[in-house]
């Protein structure tokens, strides 16, 4: 929208010449409005709408006059916006906030839709995205009592003095973008009740008056950062639409998070930091906030993929994405809350290994096997994953697996098999030798990871560096055949040959299929030299990109994590 139409539309939202002073103590809107939906009593919206509303009046901590908080998921989230004028003092902004929050509900009492707008500031209360977009379907008209004899000189004037204050509005600090201004008329163009009046225009722009204000203001805002901030970035308007429901406000992940305070720190990898989210959402999903570093260089790539990929995915074996932030130079991921750690610290550590039964083995092995086989053919868009190891399997409190950290994974279209890479990512030891030596991405790259990963569980001396010993006997009582059973069919995806692997359809019809005979394995891709580590965790160090295509005999020396972009 061009700034002449969009400062057009503010003309009807701005206060008129002179603002009358309030009659009465009694706080109320100028205007108000009620949407069609509603919400029945008692209902898990009407709690989400409290606690919104709880947040708005208790406050204390935002100091320049632009409230946003949310609650919820679905079909019974809410999202306010409360703003106060540019030039209200604080103390009277906090207290026009607070007497809003418990006009609202009285105003509509059970609309799931509210827009109140009162003398210092103005609140809206949706269960549709609001943040950021420019709605303009409402307007009211505020007339002085004056008249104008020179309409198209008032109107050049006028139109010129808005553009002036756009423009000085925009250039404002992060926090409030604000400017007032006036211009005199040349020739008289007010009939004046008074000779001594001095005819002019004053004109007082809330830039944040209404939804349409704050969304030009944000916009402008987020421009400016992207153009100084490397790591900010930009969505298109599909991918918009898509993440507007996702979106969780800077104030309410601090909140639940401590200001993100060591207390409620999960755990920390090569791009940030995971905290526990204090709360949970109106169905009782417990949540997990990725607090991505800030001076990472590939951080703004791995957001943004991890985003719009984990958005349309839906899978029992795929860690769920419910929200996001990107505010105030801060990237942040919300995961719904994992109880168990990640399969590494299983299967690494000697002491937890001999906790685990082959039947939750094999429950892992099945589980991540389903999800790969979504990524590859049942999801809408055919992803590759590219960095599938046991550090990034998630397990819930039941064992059951959750792939997790979609940064690197590359999306295909569905009729398409293979693609070539600038750069190598992944972790060496899991990466297929066509990618390691040719940059060959496909489906089988993700297979070759996945028969790596099976001997990693199954086969306890793939990381101690001695074959011979085949079975891992903390594993083996009883079930020795499924054992090999499955070692049979790692060795069956890490086979040299990419035309030789297996797909995803056919090893979930070998793993939920005993009487299916297997195929005897070729020359695996690598084979294994003994590596000095304690005990035997993979080791990760960076690196931007693959220096030699030469084969390599190692597993699980080096991982590159500098990602592609889509």
Known sequence: MESSNIFHLLLYFVLALRIPELTSAQFTFRHGWCGDATYAPNSTYQSNLRAVLNSLATDTRITYGFYNFTAGQGPDRVNSLVVCRGDVPLGTCRVCVRDSASLIPQTCPNQKEAFGYSQNCKIFISNRAIYGIVQNERQWYLTTSENVTGVIG?????????????????????????????????????????????????????????????????????????????????????????????????????????????????????????????????????????????????GDLQFKNEILILAKLQHKNLVRLLGFCLQEEEMLLIYEFIANRSLDYFIFDPVQRETMRWETCYKIIYGIARGLLYLHEESRTRIIYRDLKAGNVLLDEEFNPKIADFGMARLFNIDQSQTLASRIVGTYGYMSPEYVLHGQVSMKSDVFSFGVLILEIAWKNWVDGTPWNVVDTTLSAGFSTDILRCIHIGLLCVQENLVDRPTMSSIDLMLSRQSLSLQRPLQPAFFIESISQSNGRPQENTTTESSSRTRRNSVNEVTITEPYPR
Request: proline share 1%; with cysteine.
């Open 154 to 298: 008032f109107n050049q004037t006028l139109y010129s003095l808005m553009s002036s204050l756009q423009n000085r509005a925009a250039s404002g600090n992060s926090e409030l973008k604000y400017a007032t201004g006036g211009a005199s008329l040349t020739g008289g163009g007010v009939k004046r009740r008074k000779k001594s009046l001095n005819p002019s225009v004053i004109a007082v722009p809330i830039v944040v008056a209404t939804t349409m204000i704050i969304a030009v203001v944000l916009c402008i805002t987020l421009r400016k950062k992207k153009l100084r901030k490397a790591w900010m970035l930009k969505f298109n308007k599909d991918e918009i639409e898509t993440l507007q429901s996702l979106q969780f406000s800077l104030g309410t992940i601090k909140h639940a998070t401590g200001d993100f305070s060591e207390v409620n720190k999960l755990g920390e990898g090569g791009f940030g930091v995971v905290y526990k989210f204090q709360g949970v959402f109106s169905n009782g999903q417990e949540l997990a906030v990725k607090r991505l570093t800030k001076n990472s260089a590939h």
